[in-house]
């Protein structure tokens, strides 16, 4: 704005000169969490709480919401975007060990300019999770903009690293059947580093709409966790897919 909500004469900022200075504007505590996060010797200084996942500090993202992140945070536990809800993410986020990005049907997850990490070092978070219905194909709705059956992910110069699964179209119940394949996702100009898997396409039958642009998978060490120092187990694992588009991907394993 032209003229900051702080600058008057009866403004309490720390940095103005008056008798009730006990107040920081978010710029300022914004710039604070910055220096604490990104320089290593106040890092010794922080608690790391935020290691492994709290379910007590999940977010959610609720539906006829529109939310945009441009300012950098760890996370202490979950980001679930409900059904009709949108969240765009234009900064960094870490996430502690055991956390998910999980984008329900009929909702929108779109990264830009965005950098997913694990929080603290010798950790994975588990990825993001894209929800789907095999049994309807990916036709978005003229109301809401939104495919009611399948979860929607953009991504756009953005790096994802260090998780387990770095992106799930759909899922898996393991030692079930339950397998719910779909999803669409939309992957261009960006990188998948350090992933223990980076995209992973389950069964569907209808045609997909998913495509993977002009991005970098790379493997450049052991992970943490495995055994053997093993490293990425696979890039982009497709079963049973139908016209996913793959196109210009460069693929890096040291």
């Known amino acids: 704005t032209n003229k900051p909500p702080c600058d008057s004469l009866y403004s309490n900022n720390m940095m103005d000169y008056n008798s009730a200075m006990n107040a920081l504007t978010p710029c300022q505590i914004g710039v604070i969490h910055r220096n604490l996060a990104n320089h290593s010797f106040l890092k010794t200084t922080v608690l790391e709480d935020y290691c492994v996942s709290d ?19 760890n996370l202490k536990g979950d980001v679930i975007v409900r059904n009709g809800g949108k969240l765009t993410i234009s900064c960094k986020i870490g996430m ?38 095999q049994l309807f194909a990916q036709s978005v709705d003229n109301l809401s903009g939104l495919y009611p059956e399948h979860g929607w992910l953009v991504v756009n110069n953005s790096t994802i690293e260090y998780a387990y699964m770095g992106i799930s179209a759909g899922y898996s119940t ?12 939309s992957v261009n100009n960006s990188k998948f580093l350090n992933n223990r898997f980076s995209v992973r396409f389950y069964e569907y039958g209808f045609q997909n709409k998913s495509k993977i642009n002009d991005t970098r998978f790379e493997c450049s060490g052991p992970l943490p966790g495995f055994p053997n120092n093993d490293g990425s187990y696979s890039f982009v694992s497709l079963k049973e897919k139908k016209n996913i588009w793959l196109s210009g991907n460069t693929y890096v394993n040291t």
């Open 55 to 73: 379910p007590n500090f999940s977010i959610d993202i609720l539906q006829g919401q529109d939310i945009v992140w441009n300012a950098s945070r």
């Open 174 to 185: 393991p030692g079930t059947n339950g397998v719910s394949g779909g999803a669409v996702i």
């Open 96 to 133: 502690p060990q055991g956390a998910k990005i999980l984008v329900e049907k009929g909702a929108k997850l779109t990264l830009v300019d965005a950098h997913l990490t694990a929080n603290c070092d010798n950790t994975l978070w588990d990825g993001i999770i894209v929800e789907a219905n």
